[in-house]
């Protein structure tokens, strides 16, 4: 997850500002238990986090959820996430 040589590899710490303290709750409770609980609110940036550090399982759960919940009000949002993401 991470890479040697960094400032976390050397500070023992990562900052992740850029996301909501409920998605990287909800990142870490995947790491450690397999489960989210609060998927309307954070899918889009879990799939930013699970892509970042390459948790697959997690992406590809993300996608899924994505998946299924597309409409058309939502659709230019996702492709434009998925773009950036190169998915």
Given at each position: ?87
């Amino acid at each position: 997850l991470l890479k040697a040589g960094t400032r976390e590899d050397h500070t023992g710490c990562h900052e992740m500002a850029s996301h909501s303290l409920r998605a990287v709750q909800e990142f870490l409770r995947f790491l450690y238990i397999g489960r989210v609980q609060n998927w309307p609110e954070v899918v889009e940036e879990l799939l930013e986090l699970a892509h970042r550090y390459e948790v697959a399982r997690l992406k590809t759960k993300c996608e899924v959820y994505l998946g299924s919940k597309l409409t058309a009000e939502n659709a230019s949002r996702i492709l434009q996430l998925t773009e950036r993401l190169s998915l």
